[in-house]
């Protein structure tokens, strides 16, 4: 029987050999994942077994580099994944803990109901968790706050952190709450902003989040930035970059002098109404570049111009700017580009 096919996409892949890490299509089955040099390809670069197989995430080991998961075979070859957000590398993960579940136990993969429980349960899910936090009515504020000579927007502070985990029932004291808070950090899903923050995390001690109105944290995939003094990591943004997050994740991008195709990681932020590119290999400090989306048009397309017919083929669509500026992308599903579409559509029609 043919193995099923449970999920695949782009994801940065540390090499085994010369430790680059580089954007591979990763193709997950029951039993295994492949992992291709171009989606295009027949045959796969490598491929890893599960049975027998562990996943740590986080995976720590990389200083440098955040939502970085491992798998370790049964012969002890690790393997090291980096996601592009947050959203995705929990899709991932998931559906790789299922499946090496379902294959040691004997079992057919089938994905659990998604539904959630109104109540969390006694071991808190901290994706969950997350979930409640973000909530615009009930969760915690995002503020902006002015600290030494530097503007921080969508960030809150530590003690309102602890001062919400209590004030929901989801701990009895403000130690458990710094143990929740520190997951949290651990997880990914709160990042630290400014001196005061990044120092407790950089420390190493035992909870590295600080119940302080001093340090400061944001939402991993808000719309935070910092604004005013310049220092190694906190620089100063452009307008373009000040509007929130609608949409994040992997597209195939036709460059426009040579014409070749590179995955790149695209960011779709509103009011300004900009889309950033990225070296997915390289984080998101330096974009390649940006495309103001107000006035543009966004349409499905069935073929590109100067492209060759085995680089490319099916779930593209064309963004043309209001300057006539046209740029090729291709989705690595018909649904996703539905979903692209609509979202750049949106904020094209709605943004500055």
Sequence with gaps: MEPTTIREGYLVKKGTVLNSWKVVWVVLADDAIEFYKKKTDNSPK??????????????QDFTKRTLVFKISTAKNQDHFFQATHLEERELWVKDFKRAI??????????????????????????????????DQDNGVKELKVEKDKRLFNHCFMGNTVIDWLISEGKARNRPEGLMLATGLLNEGFLLPAGDVSKDGAEKGAECVFLDQTEALYYFADSGFFCEGYSSDEDVI???????????????????????????????????????????PTKGEDDPLGSIHLRGSVVTAVEYVPDAKRQEVDGNLFEIITSDEIHYYLQAATADERNDWIKAIQSVAKTGK
């Excluded at 994905?111 to 109104?118: V, W």
């Design 101 to 134: 579940t379902c294959l040691q136990g004997g079992k057919k993969f089938a994905r659990k109901s998604t539904r959630r429980s109104i109540r969390l349960p006694e071991n808190v899910n901290l994706s969950e968790l997350y979930v409640l936090m973000k």
């Design 237 to 279: 943004m452009k307008e373009e970059f000040r509007g929130a997050i609608v949409k994040q994740g992997c597209l195939l991008k036709q460059g426009h002098r040579r014409k070749n195709w590179k995955v790149r990681k695209f960011i779709l932020r509103d009011d300004p109404a900009y889309i950033h590119y990225y070296d």
């Design 46 to 59: 490598g491929m890893i077994p599960l049975k027998g197989a562990t996943l740590t995430s986080p995976c």
